[in-house]
C-alpha cells in the first residue's frame, strides 16, 4: 500500500494519468491541461499591455518563421468591437476562436439594449465560455491569454486579461508569452498613472524590444494598437508616423543598453 501510494504521487508530479482530461483532478489539486494551455500561452511571442492616464496601448512580438512571410498577415491585435481592443497569445487558430467569441457576445449585448457592452460584462461572459472548456472531457482548454483594454470620459481606462483557465484580472500593466519575466520587471520601472498614450507606445515598443531573443527568434513583427482619450474611445492601429517614431525610439534605447553593458 505504501508503494503504491509513493508511485501514485509520482505519476500526479508529471502528469501521467491525470493529464488525459480537462475534468480530472490529480491528487495533489492540479489540472494538467489547464497547465499545458498556459504552457503554450508562454512559447508564444511576448504581448504587453499598458494603462495610462488617457487610454492603453497594446503591443505585440509577433515572431516571423520564414521569409516567405506576408508583412501584415495573421495580426494578433484585434478590434472586439470599436471601444474594446484586444491582444492575444498563444496559439493562432485558438485566438481566432477565442475573438470570435468575444465579438459575438458584444453584438449580441449591442442589439440586445443598443448600447457598448461594459468590459466589465464582455470579460465575465467570455471568461465563464473559456472555463467551460477547462470542465468537460470532450473538450480541451484554449491555448491563448487575451488582454482586453477600453477608454471612455466616464470611468477612464480600463485593461483586463483572461487566461485560460478561465480566470479574469484587471491590470494597470500586463505581460504574457515567452518574455513575460523580463517584461514585467520593465513595466514596474515605469509611473504608469504619468504617461500619457503617445508616450506609452514608445515605451511598450521599447519593452518588446528589449525582451524579444535575437538568438531563438532572429525576426519579428512588431505590432502596436491603441484605445484612447485621442482615439476617441475606438481601438486602432497606431499611426504609421508614431509607429516608426517608437520603432526607433526602442531600437536606439536597445543600442545604448547594449553599449552601457560592453563598457561594464
Not at 515567452?178 to 508616450?199: H, P, V, W
Not at 514608445?202 to 531563438?216: F, L, M, Q, R, W
Not at 476617441?232 to 516608426?244: A, I
Request: with cysteine; hydrophobic share 35%; aromatic share 8%.
Amino acid at each position: 500500500q505504501h508503494y503504491f501510494i509513493q508511485s501514485n504521487l509520482r505519476m500526479s508530479s508529471i502528469g501521467s494519468g491525470y493529464d488525459l482530461s480537462p475534468g480530472q483532478f490529480s491528487p495533489d489539486g492540479r489540472v494538467f491541461q489547464v497547465e499545458y494551455a498556459i504552457k503554450a500561452v508562454e512559447n508564444s511571442g511576448s504581448v504587453i499591455a499598458l494603462r495610462g492616464k488617457d487610454g492603453v496601448v497594446f503591443g505585440v512580438e509577433k515572431i516571423i518563421t520564414s521569409k516567405l512571410y506576408e508583412e501584415g498577415s495573421n495580426r494578433r491585435v484585434h478590434s472586439i468591437d470599436t471601444h474594446i481592443g484586444a491582444a492575444v497569445a498563444g496559439l493562432l487558430s485558438d485566438a481566432r476562436a477565442v475573438v470570435n467569441s468575444a465579438r459575438n457576445e458584444a453584438a449580441d449585448y449591442r442589439n440586445s439594449f443598443q448600447v457598448p457592452i461594459p468590459l466589465k460584462t464582455l470579460t465575465k461572459r467570455l471568461g465563464n465560455h473559456i472555463h467551460q472548456f477547462t470542465v468537460f472531457g470532450h473538450l480541451r482548454p484554449f491555448g491563448v491569454s487575451i488582454l482586453l483594454g477600453t477608454w471612455d470620459d466616464t470611468d477612464g481606462p480600463k485593461l483586463m486579461e483572461i487566461d485560460p483557465s478561465g480566470t479574469v484580472r484587471g491590470y494597470y500593466g500586463c505581460a504574457v508569452g515567452k518574455g513575460k519575466q523580463n517584461a514585467k520587471t520593465e513595466i514596474e520601472k515605469l509611473d504608469l498613472s504619468s504617461l500619457t498614450c503617445r508616450e506609452l507606445v514608445k515605451e511598450v515598443a521599447k519593452v518588446i524590444y528589449s525582451v524579444h531573443d535575437e538568438v531563438k527568434d532572429k525576426h519579428f513583427e512588431l505590432e502596436l494598437s491603441w484605445i484612447g482619450k485621442e482615439t476617441k474611445g475606438t481601438h486602432q492601429l497606431v499611426p504609421q508616423d508614431l509607429y516608426e517614431e517608437a520603432k526607433k525610439y526602442a531600437e536606439e534605447s536597445l543600442v545604448d543598453s547594449d553599449d552601457d553593458d560592453a563598457d561594464m
